[in-house]
Protein backbone atom coordinates (compact mmCIF):
# COMPACT_ATOMS: atom_id res chain seq x y z
CA UNK A 1 0.00 0.00 0.00
CA UNK A 2 1.02 3.65 -0.26
CA UNK A 3 3.60 4.96 1.46
CA UNK A 4 3.11 8.66 1.28
CA UNK A 5 0.01 10.55 0.47
CA UNK A 6 0.30 13.94 -1.27
CA UNK A 7 -2.82 15.76 -2.00
CA UNK A 8 -4.22 17.28 -4.48
CA UNK A 9 -3.43 15.24 -7.42
CA UNK A 10 -3.65 18.61 -9.45
CA UNK A 11 -4.17 22.48 -9.11
CA UNK A 12 -5.01 24.79 -10.91
CA UNK A 13 -4.07 28.27 -9.38
CA UNK A 14 -4.35 32.04 -11.16
CA UNK A 15 -1.52 33.93 -11.35
CA UNK A 16 -0.28 35.63 -8.40
CA UNK A 17 -2.03 33.17 -5.98
CA UNK A 18 -0.65 31.01 -3.69
CA UNK A 19 -1.22 27.25 -3.65
CA UNK A 20 -0.16 24.89 -0.93
CA UNK A 21 0.30 21.23 -1.18
CA UNK A 22 0.27 18.54 1.50
CA UNK A 23 2.75 15.38 2.23
CA UNK A 24 1.42 12.95 4.29
CA UNK A 25 3.56 9.84 6.05
CA UNK A 26 0.97 6.87 6.46
CA UNK A 27 3.69 3.82 8.01
CA UNK A 28 6.09 5.30 9.91
CA UNK A 29 7.51 8.71 11.18
CA UNK A 30 9.33 10.79 9.08
CA UNK A 31 11.79 13.74 10.59
CA UNK A 32 13.53 14.22 7.01
CA UNK A 33 10.68 14.93 4.67
CA UNK A 34 12.08 16.11 0.92
CA UNK A 35 10.49 18.09 -1.99
CA UNK A 36 10.95 17.13 -5.37
CA UNK A 37 10.42 19.24 -9.15
CA UNK A 38 9.90 17.51 -12.22
CA UNK A 39 9.54 18.81 -15.28
CA UNK A 40 7.64 17.16 -18.39
CA UNK A 41 10.32 14.46 -19.40
CA UNK A 42 13.42 15.67 -17.09
CA UNK A 43 14.74 14.11 -13.97
CA UNK A 44 13.55 14.84 -10.75
CA UNK A 45 15.31 17.93 -9.28
CA UNK A 46 15.65 18.09 -5.44
CA UNK A 47 13.93 21.85 -3.88
CA UNK A 48 14.64 21.39 -0.66
CA UNK A 49 14.94 19.35 2.79
CA UNK A 50 12.50 19.55 5.07
CA UNK A 51 13.16 18.79 8.75
CA UNK A 52 10.39 18.74 11.16
CA UNK A 53 10.93 21.34 13.79
CA UNK A 54 13.35 23.34 11.94
CA UNK A 55 13.37 25.03 8.85
CA UNK A 56 13.97 23.70 5.66
CA UNK A 57 17.10 23.47 3.96
CA UNK A 58 16.86 24.65 0.07
CA UNK A 59 19.33 23.56 -2.75
CA UNK A 60 20.90 26.38 -4.50
CA UNK A 61 18.99 28.48 -6.84
CA UNK A 62 15.43 27.56 -5.01
CA UNK A 63 13.99 30.57 -3.28
CA UNK A 64 12.65 30.09 -0.22
CA UNK A 65 10.58 32.92 0.18
CA UNK A 66 8.96 31.49 -2.58
CA UNK A 67 8.54 28.34 -1.67
CA UNK A 68 7.65 27.71 1.74
CA UNK A 69 8.11 24.22 3.35
CA UNK A 70 6.45 23.69 6.99
CA UNK A 71 7.49 20.06 8.33
CA UNK A 72 5.03 20.71 11.72
CA UNK A 73 4.84 16.94 12.65
CA UNK A 74 6.08 13.80 12.15
CA UNK A 75 3.90 12.91 9.47
CA UNK A 76 3.07 15.99 7.60
CA UNK A 77 5.00 18.36 5.70
CA UNK A 78 3.64 21.45 3.37
CA UNK A 79 5.00 23.32 0.64
CA UNK A 80 3.45 26.27 -0.46
CA UNK A 81 3.90 28.30 -3.39
CA UNK A 82 3.75 31.88 -3.07
CA UNK A 83 2.85 34.06 -5.93
CA UNK A 84 2.99 31.67 -8.50
CA UNK A 85 3.71 32.66 -12.01
CA UNK A 86 3.19 30.46 -14.98
CA UNK A 87 6.62 29.01 -14.61
CA UNK A 88 6.09 27.40 -11.96
CA UNK A 89 4.01 25.14 -13.62
CA UNK A 90 5.36 21.43 -12.75
CA UNK A 91 5.25 18.29 -11.10
CA UNK A 92 5.85 18.59 -7.01
CA UNK A 93 6.71 15.07 -5.34
CA UNK A 94 7.48 14.65 -1.68
CA UNK A 95 9.39 12.36 -0.78
CA UNK A 96 10.13 10.52 2.94
CA UNK A 97 13.51 8.66 4.41
CA UNK A 98 12.52 5.11 5.55
CA UNK A 99 13.96 2.63 7.28
CA UNK A 100 17.46 1.91 5.85
CA UNK A 101 17.84 5.58 4.20
CA UNK A 102 15.23 4.22 1.43
CA UNK A 103 13.12 6.94 0.16
CA UNK A 104 9.58 6.84 -0.82
CA UNK A 105 7.55 8.85 -3.34
CA UNK A 106 4.33 10.55 -3.07
CA UNK A 107 1.99 10.13 -6.35
CA UNK A 108 2.98 13.93 -7.32
CA UNK A 109 1.23 16.98 -7.53
CA UNK A 110 0.54 19.33 -11.03
CA UNK A 111 0.24 22.31 -10.20
CA UNK A 112 -0.91 24.39 -13.19
CA UNK A 113 -0.92 28.10 -12.85
CA UNK A 114 -2.83 30.34 -15.70
CA UNK B 1 30.69 15.14 -7.88
CA UNK B 2 27.47 15.26 -7.14
CA UNK B 3 26.26 14.24 -10.82
CA UNK B 4 24.71 9.92 -11.32
CA UNK B 5 25.19 10.13 -15.35
CA UNK B 6 22.47 7.83 -16.65
CA UNK B 7 22.38 5.81 -20.18
CA UNK B 8 21.01 5.66 -22.65
CA UNK B 9 18.20 8.78 -22.69
CA UNK B 10 15.53 6.09 -24.46
CA UNK B 11 15.81 2.41 -24.88
CA UNK B 12 13.53 -0.43 -26.98
CA UNK B 13 13.57 -3.81 -26.59
CA UNK B 14 11.33 -5.89 -27.85
CA UNK B 15 9.18 -8.71 -25.78
CA UNK B 16 10.97 -11.34 -23.84
CA UNK B 17 14.45 -9.38 -24.03
CA UNK B 18 16.67 -7.75 -21.92
CA UNK B 19 16.57 -4.06 -20.89
CA UNK B 20 20.05 -2.79 -20.23
CA UNK B 21 20.32 0.21 -18.22
CA UNK B 22 23.79 2.03 -17.07
CA UNK B 23 24.73 4.75 -14.39
CA UNK B 24 27.70 6.36 -13.44
CA UNK B 25 29.37 8.47 -10.45
CA UNK B 26 32.43 10.14 -9.31
CA UNK B 27 31.28 10.72 -5.71
CA UNK B 28 32.70 7.92 -3.77
CA UNK B 29 30.76 8.95 -0.35
CA UNK B 30 27.42 7.97 -2.08
CA UNK B 31 26.47 4.70 -0.27
CA UNK B 32 22.88 3.53 -1.31
CA UNK B 33 22.31 3.02 -5.14
CA UNK B 34 18.52 2.88 -5.14
CA UNK B 35 16.63 2.71 -9.00
CA UNK B 36 13.39 3.96 -9.31
CA UNK B 37 10.21 3.24 -11.81
CA UNK B 38 8.09 6.18 -13.17
CA UNK B 39 4.64 5.93 -15.35
CA UNK B 40 3.46 8.93 -16.67
CA UNK B 41 1.92 11.09 -14.50
CA UNK B 42 2.68 9.19 -10.81
CA UNK B 43 5.53 9.38 -8.84
CA UNK B 44 8.81 6.78 -8.66
CA UNK B 45 8.44 3.77 -6.96
CA UNK B 46 11.32 1.85 -5.63
CA UNK B 47 12.20 -1.13 -7.63
CA UNK B 48 15.33 -2.22 -6.09
CA UNK B 49 18.40 -0.97 -4.91
CA UNK B 50 21.80 -2.48 -3.76
CA UNK B 51 25.16 -1.07 -1.32
CA UNK B 52 28.31 -0.52 -2.66
CA UNK B 53 29.58 -3.76 -0.53
CA UNK B 54 27.67 -5.79 -3.03
CA UNK B 55 28.00 -6.33 -6.53
CA UNK B 56 24.72 -7.72 -7.45
CA UNK B 57 21.69 -7.90 -6.21
CA UNK B 58 18.15 -9.71 -7.80
CA UNK B 59 14.76 -9.65 -7.25
CA UNK B 60 12.41 -11.44 -9.70
CA UNK B 61 13.24 -9.70 -13.03
CA UNK B 62 15.62 -7.13 -11.68
CA UNK B 63 18.91 -7.42 -11.27
CA UNK B 64 21.31 -4.44 -10.43
CA UNK B 65 25.35 -5.01 -10.96
CA UNK B 66 27.82 -2.55 -9.13
CA UNK B 67 31.37 -2.28 -9.53
CA UNK B 68 32.36 -0.15 -7.05
CA UNK B 69 36.58 0.71 -8.86
CA UNK B 70 34.52 1.69 -12.13
CA UNK B 71 32.02 3.70 -9.80
CA UNK B 72 29.65 2.32 -12.39
CA UNK B 73 25.94 0.62 -11.86
CA UNK B 74 23.31 -0.75 -13.48
CA UNK B 75 19.90 -2.34 -14.43
CA UNK B 76 19.24 -5.49 -16.14
CA UNK B 77 15.54 -6.08 -16.59
CA UNK B 78 14.97 -9.65 -18.29
CA UNK B 79 12.34 -11.19 -20.21
CA UNK B 80 11.14 -7.70 -20.39
CA UNK B 81 7.26 -6.73 -20.39
CA UNK B 82 5.18 -4.57 -22.22
CA UNK B 83 4.03 -3.42 -18.43
CA UNK B 84 7.80 -2.63 -18.06
CA UNK B 85 7.51 0.40 -20.81
CA UNK B 86 7.97 3.44 -18.44
CA UNK B 87 10.81 5.96 -17.14
CA UNK B 88 13.55 4.52 -14.92
CA UNK B 89 15.38 6.86 -12.68
CA UNK B 90 19.42 5.76 -11.21
CA UNK B 91 20.16 7.30 -7.74
CA UNK B 92 22.82 7.69 -5.33
CA UNK B 93 22.51 9.00 -1.78
CA UNK B 94 25.38 10.11 0.45
CA UNK B 95 26.28 8.87 3.73
CA UNK B 96 25.12 10.11 6.48
CA UNK B 97 21.55 11.20 8.18
CA UNK B 98 21.12 13.44 5.19
CA UNK B 99 19.64 11.20 2.64
CA UNK B 100 19.59 12.89 -0.15
CA UNK B 101 18.86 11.58 -3.17
CA UNK B 102 20.82 12.51 -6.73
CA UNK B 103 18.99 11.49 -9.44
CA UNK B 104 20.34 9.98 -13.17
CA UNK B 105 18.58 11.87 -15.87
CA UNK B 106 16.32 9.10 -16.57
CA UNK B 107 15.83 6.17 -19.55
CA UNK B 108 12.20 5.97 -21.06
CA UNK B 109 11.56 1.98 -21.48
CA UNK B 110 9.66 0.98 -23.85
CA UNK B 111 9.09 -2.40 -25.06
CA UNK B 112 7.54 -3.92 -27.31
CA UNK B 113 4.57 -6.85 -27.67
Known amino acids: GAVVSQHPSRVICKSGTSVKIECRSL??????MFWYRQFPKQSLMLMAT?????????EQGVEKDKFLINHASLTLSTLTVTSAHPEDSSFYIC??????????FGEGSWLTVV | QQQVKQSPQSLIVQKGGISIINCAYE??????FPWYQQFPGKGPALLIA?????SEKKEGRFTISFNKSAKQFSLHIMDSQPGDSATYFC????????????FGQGTTLQVKP
Open chain 1, 95 to 104: GIRGPGNTIY
Open chain 1, 27 to 32: DFQATT
Open chain 1, 50 to 58: SNEGSKATY
Open chain 2, 27 to 32: NTAFDY
Open chain 2, 50 to 54: IRPDV
Open chain 2, 91 to 102: AATLSGNTGKLI
